[in-house]
């Protein structure tokens, strides 16, 4: 799906690779409060996953750090064919957005990855990384606790 072709509503949901995955697994470390959000944002069909979450799930399950269970695509192309969810490709801006965010923060790629693509799209990123809350809270781009 083309940047031009996502949802544009103000209520887009960013979906951290853990919150996904613990979406579809129906983990209980996805809050009451998250999952009510995320089941009326997927309604009107805003939820978004990220290009680097395939690739941050294919790396987790190589090093054995997760266990889906199944084929990695298979359960990936599961997961984005899920009613309300879109996907959001790597596009130029996003990746250079990536390596150049205005605020102090860890390098890791995946993890830049997402807060460019919510600061690009205006997103909300739902996540239980402390560190990607805290970073949130000083106002350099919208997140939601996934734990609450």
Do not use: C, Y
């Not at 957005?97 to 993890?111: C, E, V």
């Amino acid at each position: 799906m083309s940047a031009a072709t996502l949802p544009t509503n103000q209520d887009l949901l960013l979906l951290d690779t853990h919150v996904l995955v613990w979406l579809m697994f129906g983990d209980n470390r996805l809050g009451s409060r998250t999952k009510a959000e995320i089941a009326r944002v997927g309604n009107a069909g805003d939820l978004l996953v990220s290009a680097i979450t395939p690739w941050e799930i294919g790396v987790l399950v190589s090093k054995k750090r997760i266990d889906l269970h199944r084929d990695t695509l298979v359960w990936i192309q599961d997961a984005l064919s899920m009613p309300g969810i879109s996907f959001v490709p790597l596009d130029p801006e996003i990746a250079v957005a990536s390596t150049r965010l205005p605020f102090d923060m860890h390098p890791d790629p995946a993890d830049r990855m997402l807060v460019a693509t919510a600061r690009h799209l205006g997103a909300t990123l739902v996540t239980a990384d402390k560190a990607l809350l805290r970073i949130a809270k000083k106002g350099h781009f919208k997140a939601l606790n996934a734990a609450g």
